[in-house]
Each structure stands twice: as C-alpha cells, then as structure tokens.
C-alpha cells in the first residue's frame, strides 16, 4: 500500500511533469473513485486551468490551481499510482510499487485522467480502484507530517491516551503518513513491541521512536519506496531476525497484521 514515501513519489512526479500545462479535457467518469462528485463536477472545475504547485501530507497529496481555482485532491488508496504520459510516448510513474508489472502505455486501470492542450495526459493508474479523487481535501484534518515532524509534535502525537504505539502510529489524526510496513520498520528500528502501550513509554523509548521514524521515511525516500527497508523481507513465517537472527513473531494489533523480533521487541513485564 502506498505509504508516505510512495505518496511523495507521485507527489515529485507531479512536480516535475504536470505543472504549467494547459488543462483542456477531465475524465471524472468513475463516478465512485470520483464520490462524491457526480460525473462532470470536477471536469467543470478543472477545464481551462492548469496545476500550479503539488503538496503532500502524509500520504495525501493535493494540487493548487490557476486562478483561485479549487485543490485537486489525490489519494492512491492501495494500489494507485500517477502517470504522467507525453504525446510522444514518454511516461513517468510515481506512487505504489509494482513489481514486474510496468508495462509502457498500458492505461487499462486509469480512474481518473486529466488531457493537457499538447497532448499530454496525467492518469490515476488503479488496478484495485481504491484510490479517490476530490476537490477541496479536508488536509487540516491530518496530524503532523511524519517526514518534518519536530521533537515536540513527535512526543505529543505518540504519548497521549491508551492504546498500543502501532496503533497510534497508524492514525493519521496523530502523525500523518505512516502506513503498516513503515510502522513495523520504525518499531523494529526502535526496539519496542508493537502492542507497548503508549502512556507506558519511557522518555528513551520515545527518543527511539522519533530516531526510527526519521531514519527509516529518510531510507524509504532515497531508495524507492518502504519495499526497500531492513526488515521488510523479514515479514513472514519462518524468517529470523535480521539484527540478532531470533525469530520474528507475528500477531494482530490495533487490528493490523504485525510483524516484530521476538528477542528485541519484548513488552515491560
């Protein structure tokens, strides 16, 4: 699933290849990754502006547009992707990874497609449709960016309340952009047990975490996505530890899949 770093990913995409350009076609046919705008609102809005700046929060990503216009609002959901294709063939992709399935020209899963005056096409590319389009994204309801979080936001967002650190990890209301696999990387990193209550963490633990955090969006960022940190591979049943080689354990906490070192990550007590 698209985390921060992919999301960041298509955000750049975006950046580089969509701004400036004359918008002259919307294809906001799909009436639910479109919801909920009926089929046609959101081609009124776009018609005749152009994308002027690309911003991120977490794992939304949102457009300004030329003359006060509205914010094109993009979230991948689990599988979507940005492509940016030229009338010459040229394509460039961000967002989720899919390995061994890039294929050059293939737009059978676009949900959403917006037709530049030269040709040009920007494409939510969404096998699984779970992606959305919207205009005028809620983004101030989000917490903190997890990619420029400062010591304070960090230890405000992970120590209030009861509930496990994974959990609060993954609430977007609290820090923004930290999906399942980023989170089990950061505990990894961090040495702390999934289900560790966060009223019980100690000032080190958190100093841990907000390191863990840092260092692993930081790693995600410069090499592809968070398919590419340590312990992912480790995922499954059957692998060791990648640090001190114990078993890595599996269970469900907050109701996700979990995945931490039975040595390393110990709950107090």
């Not at 959403?112 to 809620?138: K, N, S």
């Not at 100690?202 to 996505?225: F, K, M, Y």
Request: net charge neutral; glycine share 10%.
């Amino acid at each position: 699933m698209p985390e921060l770093p992919e999301v960041e990913s298509a955000r750049s995409v975006i950046d580089r290849a969509a701004l400036g350009r004359l918008i002259v076609e919307v294809d906001d046919t799909d009436s639910y990754v479109c919801r909920p705008h009926a089929p046609g609102e959101i081609r009124d809005a776009l018609l005749g502006r152009r994308l002027v700046a690309a911003h991120r929060r977490g794992k939304s990503l949102w457009c300004d547009t030329a003359d006060d216009g509205p914010a094109l609002g993009v979230h991948l959901g689990m599988s979507g992707k940005i492509v940016i294709a030229d009338a010459d063939g040229t394509e460039i992709d961000g967002g989720d990874y899919w390995e061994g399935r890039r294929v050059q020209g293939d737009y059978r899963w676009s949900r959403f497609a917006l037709t530049f005056d030269d040709g040009g096409l920007m494409m939510l590319v969404d096998p699984r449709r779970l992606g959305r389009i919207t205009l005028d994204p809620h983004i101030e309801l989000l917490g903190p960016d997890a990619a420029a979080v400062t010591p304070a936001e960090f230890r405000t967002a992970v120590t209030k309340g009861t509930a496990p650190i994974k959990a609060r990890l993954l609430d977007q209301h609290a820090l923004a952009g930290i999906g399942n696999l980023l989170a089990d990387e950061i505990l990894w990193r961090a040495r702390v047990h999934p289900a560790h209550r966060v009223d019980e963490l100690d000032r080190p633990a958190v100093d841990r975490l907000l390191r863990a955090t840092r260092g692993s969006v930081t790693a995600a960022l410069d090499h592809g996505g968070v398919h590419t940190l340590t312990v992912i591979p480790y995922r499954k049943p059957g692998a060791l530890c990648p640090r001190d080689h114990a078993p890595m354990a599996r269970g469900k906490v907050g109701g996700r899949t979990s995945w931490w070192c039975s040595a390393e990550q110990q709950l107090p007590g």
